[in-house]
């Protein structure tokens, strides 16, 4: 709410986190239509997971410089997990020649840029790339991606809360995260199953 009034009661129509965020949840809300342009085609969901991979992309954007996969991993890298699963680094992702240890969130968001990546660039895709860890038996990847986009967003809008609050309200905030976290985290733990 902090964010909707600094841009649209306060006037701060150029002010870039402001821009970034409302421009990535029109991104997110497109993305999040149901993918049956086409029947719900292999490449509907294909689409689908670009759509989500540019909202988070537009996100983590940093005012100067680019989007990336990094700027991204750094983005939901930097939420504040009280569950210590959820916590761990003990995924590996390679991007820019090297090896990076990365969390389940970091993990499974790599696995959509990478499966947009595929569709997008003319690459052989099988239905295998629609799941996370190339399982079948777990849920569609694409089921992930707003679980994902609310870590990012949850991150992301911790630069608009006040620095001045009452011990009320950050209680208030500290059970609404615990709150959030309980089924972030039970969502998220869908893809190790």
């Known amino acids: 709410m902090r964010a909707w009034e600094r841009r649209f009661l306060k006037g701060r129509i150029n002010e870039w986190a402001t821009r970034s965020l409302f421009r990535s949840l029109e991104m997110a809300y497109q993305a999040s239509t149901m993918p049956f342009k086409n029947h719900s085609t292999i490449y509907d969901v294909g689409s689908s997971v670009s759509l989500w991979v540019s909202a988070f992309e537009i996100?983590?954007?940093?005012?100067?410089?680019?989007?990336?996969?990094?700027?991204?991993?750094?983005?939901?890298?930097?939420?504040?997990?009280?569950?210590?699963?959820?916590?761990?680094?003990?995924?590996?992702?390679?991007?820019?020649?090297?090896?990076?240890?990365?969390?389940?969130?970091?993990?499974?968001?790599?696995?959509?840029?990478?499966?947009?990546?595929?569709?997008?660039?003319?690459?052989?895709?099988?239905?295998?790339?629609?799941?996370?860890?190339?399982?079948?038996?777990?849920?569609?990847?694409?089921?992930?991606?707003?679980?994902l986009y609310k870590i990012a967003l949850l991150y992301f809008l911790d630069k608009f809360k006040s620095k001045r609050r009452s011990k009320k309200a950050k209680l208030e905030e500290l059970t609404a995260k615990i709150f959030n976290e309980r089924n972030l985290s039970d969502a998220l733990l869908k893809a190790k199953q």
Not at 99 to 104: D, N
Not at 116 to 142: A, C, E, Q, S
């Open 59 to 147: 996100l983590s954007h940093p005012q100067k410089g680019k989007a990336s996969l990094s700027s991204v991993l750094k983005l939901l890298g930097g939420y504040d997990w009280n569950d210590k699963i959820l916590k761990r680094k003990t995924y590996i992702v390679k991007y820019g020649g090297k090896s990076y240890k990365v969390s389940l969130a970091e993990k499974l968001y790599k696995e959509l840029y990478d499966t947009r990546n595929d569709f997008l660039h003319g690459n052989p895709v099988t239905d295998k790339r629609l799941y996370p860890f190339k399982n079948k038996n777990l849920p569609l990847l694409i089921r992930f991606a707003p679980i």
